[in-house]
């Protein structure tokens, strides 16, 4: 067993008048951190090529699953490899990267850019160019478009009458952007404005590689670090998240960009953020 003192059991308030505070860790924590400080000295007594592959990860009641005898452990730490971690035990290295009970992802960001910086390493940078980009699309106007049962039922035959090549396609051309072009620097925040309808929506997609081509025709060039768009996946380097007009004015500003990370921590969609998490917000 460790060798404790008594600020282990007891914390006094002196700022905040005669009040006292005790606390006595329970003997199942005592035995974790035990438990704790032996995997870490293990850890260390590895080569140093294999002491960055192992990290410990801690998980409560509520994050095991029952074992043998049908019982829930009230906690345990366990060693493990970072490079094969399955998608379970991803999404909770980060569902805890990411917990704002007890640090943000301020302080997250900044412990990777000192650690860069402490070996002379850069984050890769992306500068997105876009020119003479024109993007058209085919739509229905006027009372026509209106999402009504008559227009639904027009549009059901009209597409096995086109398919059959009984009926010619009867839509109007309409130009979402025309001849844009414009550069978005890396690191810097760029502010893109427009009255509703303009485009703005489209542009971002355009730039994030999510457009429909088989429902828009796109011309024009987009490059990333001058890649174009066909060269290389997109989706790893630029992510576009859809606006909503649920307005949380409980939030700040960084919560809110902070539960927008999270939402995009999973590797599908909001995989890695529980029910519970996003009852909370």
């Not at 999404?91 to 301020?106: G, I, M, P, R, S």
């Not at 090549?165 to 051309?173: D, E, G």
């Not at 029910?275 to 909370?280: A, D, F, L, R």
Request: neutral net charge.
């Amino acid at each position: 067993m460790r060798r404790s003192n008594a600020s282990d059991y007891f914390e006094f308030d002196t700022e905040g008048g005669n009040a006292e505070s005790f606390h006595r860790p329970s003997n199942a924590e005592v035995v974790l951190q035990d438990e704790e400080d032996l995997m870490w000295e293990a850890i260390s007594r590895l080569p140093s090529m294999k002491q960055g592959r192992f990290a410990i990860l801690k998980r409560t009641s509520s994050e095991i699953e029952h074992d043998t005898e049908g019982e829930r452990e009230s906690g345990t730490a366990e060693t493990i490899d970072v490079t094969r971690l399955d998608r379970s035990r991803r999404e909770l290295v980060v569902k805890k990267a990411l917990a704002t009970d007890d640090q943000d992802n301020y302080k997250l960001l900044s412990a990777i850019k000192d650690r860069l910086d402490r070996v002379g390493l850069e984050v890769p940078k992306v500068e997105v160019r876009f020119q003479n980009l024109n993007i058209e699309a085919n739509a229905q106007i006027g009372s026509r478009a209106l999402p009504n049962l008559l227009n639904v039922a027009r549009d059901f035959f009209e597409r096995i009458l086109i398919g059959l090549r009984i009926l010619r396609p009867n839509k109007c051309r309409l130009h979402i952007l025309k001849d844009i072009s414009g550069i978005v620097k890396p690191g810097r925040m760029t502010l893109l404005l427009g009255p509703p309808g303009s485009g703005k929506s489209t542009l971002l997609l355009a730039l994030a590689g999510k457009l429909d081509y088989k429902s828009l025709k796109v011309s024009g060039d987009i490059t990333y670090n001058g890649t174009n768009l066909n060269e290389f996946y997109v989706r790893r380097t630029s992510a576009y998240i859809s606006q909503t007009d649920n307005h949380l004015p409980e939030l700040t500003v960084r919560e809110t960009f902070d539960f927008a990370a999270r939402c995009q921590g999973a590797s599908e969609g909001m995989a890695g953020l529980s029910t519970s998490n996003i009852g909370k917000y």
